[in-house]
T-cell receptor
Framework: GNSVTQMEGPVTLSEEAFLTINCTYTATGYPSLFWYVQYPGEGLQLLLK?????DKGSNKGFEATYRKETTSFHLEKGSVQVSDSAVYFC??????????????FGKGTLLTVNP | DTEVTQTPKHLVMGMTNKKSLKCEQHMGHRAMYWYKQKAKKPPELMFV???????INESVPSRFSPECPNSSLLNLHLHALQPEDSALYLCASSQRIDLNYGYTFGSGTRLTVV
């Protein structure tokens, strides 16, 4: 079946540090890939997405590139801010049988950015 | 309008109560979803509606009863819940169930069962 593996947290960084959160996936064919962010006490917000190999998703200084050869979609940001502190979920959307597409999440990575 | 709106934001209910969660979207999406999220865990799919019809029930106990009155509204009726049902309940929508463009999530209802 489809699955997503992302690095275990928590991740603690100082402001302006470089961020990488690793994400790899297992799926047949060509899933769409997503990063969602969940700020404390809130729901999930779509951060970025990529729908085909070599696509780069980007938003708010965050980037991730869909790498088919390594089945990866690592999240990066060059300079994190305190306001980036949140839980980040990597996810894929793939046909789960018939015509139904299902969103499969990784376990989430808690990021804390200190001033 | 690019939002999914959930009400109420917080709900405390007793084990004998009946309550309902409401979700609304006006993006023309024809697939709507209920997820349950426990603390420090990813969301877990509960129900999927496609064109107002129940498409997927992920073996959810009958004390949770979904309803889709029209293409913009999704309800989750709650009855005789247990304390372990306390969680964040998230609603989401997508253009169609057979497209892989991802979902738009609401901000959730935080439910506490006492």
């Amino acid at each position: 079946g489809n699955s997503v593996t992302q690095m275990e947290g928590p991740v603690t960084l100082s402001e302006e540090a470089f961020l990488t959160i690793n994400c790899t996936y297992t799926a047949t064919g060509y899933p769409s890939l997503f990063w969602y962010v969940q700020y404390p006490g809130e729901g999930l917000q779509l951060l970025l997405k990529a729908t085909k190999a070599d696509d780069k998703g980007s938003n708010k200084g965050f980037e991730a590139t869909y790498r088919k050869e390594t089945t990866s979609f690592h999240l990066e940001k060059g300079s994190v801010q305190v306001s980036d502190s949140a839980v980040y979920f990597c996810a894929l959307c793939k046909n789960s049988g018939g015509s139904n597409y299902k969103l499969t999440f990784g376990k989430g990575t808690l990021l804390t950015v200190n001033p | 309008d690019t939002e999914v709106t959930q009400t109420p934001k917080h709900l405390v209910m007793g084990m004998t109560n009946k309550k309902s969660l409401k979700c609304e979207q006006h993006m023309g999406h024809r697939a709507m979803y209920w997820y349950k999220q426990k603390a420090k865990k990813p969301p877990e799919l509960m129900f999927v509606y496609s064109y107002e019809k129940l498409s997927i029930n992920e073996s959810v106990p009958s004390r949770f009863s979904p309803e889709c009155p029209n293409s913009s509204l999704l309800n989750l009726h709650l009855h005789a819940l247990q304390p372990e049902d306390s969680a964040l309940y998230l609603c989401a929508s997508s253009q169609r169930i057979d497209l892989n463009y991802g979902y738009t999530f609401g901000s959730g209802t935080r439910l506490t069962v006492v």
